[in-house]
């Protein structure tokens, strides 16, 4: 079944495939633990696709073509995303495909995703979290968009790498980080990052939330503008990520085995 699985999504013009292992997953949220999502929950396939080093590097309007780009992924992965489920539930095995992007909860003025593709991607051994919490893979870099499954299918796991890629002394994202947003041992302001990278004029005031902690109706307000003015945006700032020693992977795979033919 995993065959059939990574061969529809190479189909589908991913790039990486994996398996992560939903046992043990443990997450400040209860609500975001894969087995409270789907019963009997056995395994996340998560697969990735990159977004190449030019979108990033063009003289004008660069982070507004990133961000087109990335909206369009989340819509061709969260489509996969579904034809997999739909695949895995008519073999007999219920599964749930994840949002990309959205949906996105609220919880104390802070925005979590139902499950976390990133940690089911250093799970699944596709890669290590970088002290700017971006996923680094060996192969693509930190600049790769994930999507993922929920299923009760006993595909075969991956294991986590045995070394995290993020080098040890770098420090660049810290350094570079105009709002200094990340603390150099892989913790974020998610208020300082998102209120600096995202442009969105709704979004912005999404933020109040810091100040209004206890409200669970003010959360789920924010989870309905987010979930709908906000499916659309643009990015302001992606310094942790062009600055990442780890940016430049993949571009130059490509580039090598071009001048190998």
């Known amino acids: 079944m995993l065959k ?3 061969s529809y999504l190479y189909e589908q013009h991913m790039d990486v495939v994996g398996v992560a292992d939903a046992a043990g997953w443990q997450s400040p949220l209860e609500e975001c633990r894969p087995t409270e999502i789907l019963k009997d929950c056995r395994r996340i396939i998560v697969f990735g696709k990159e977004i190449s080093r030019p979108i990033y590097e063009t003289r004008k309007h660069a982070l507004d073509l990133y961000a087109n780009v990335a909206q369009n992924y989340y819509q061709s992965m969260d489509a996969a995303a579904v034809e ?3 695949m895995l539930t008519r073999a007999g095995h219920p599964s749930v495909p994840l949002g990309a992007y959205l949906p996105l909860l609220m919880r104390e003025g802070k925005y979590w995703g139902i499950v976390s593709l990133k940690h089911a991607a250093v799970r699944a051994g596709l890669g290590t979290m970088g002290k700017n919490t971006l996923l680094i893979n060996e192969e693509f870099g930190n600049r790769l968009r994930l999507g993922g499954v929920l299923t009760t299918a006993p595909l075969p796991a991956g294991n986590p790498l045995p070394k995290s890629l993020c080098i040890q002394d770098c420090q660049t994202c810290v350094e570079v ?3 200094q947003a990340l603390n150099g041992q892989g913790g974020i302001s998610q208020y300082k990052c998102l209120r600096k990278s995202t442009a969105h004029p709704l979004l912005a005031t999404s933020f109040l939330s810091q100040w209004f902690r206890s409200s669970k109706l003010l959360n789920k307000n924010f989870e309905l503008v987010t979930g709908t003015l906000g499916a659309r945006y ?3 700032c992606c310094e942790c990520l062009i ?5 430049q992977k993949g571009e130059r795979r490509k580039e090598q085995e071009e001048g190998e033919n």
């Open 243 to 247: 600055n990442c020693p780890h940016f």
């Open 84 to 86: 997999v489920a739909s």
């Open 4 to 6: 059939k699985i990574e």
């Open 234 to 236: 643009s990015y302001s």
């Open 177 to 179: 980080c105009p709002v």
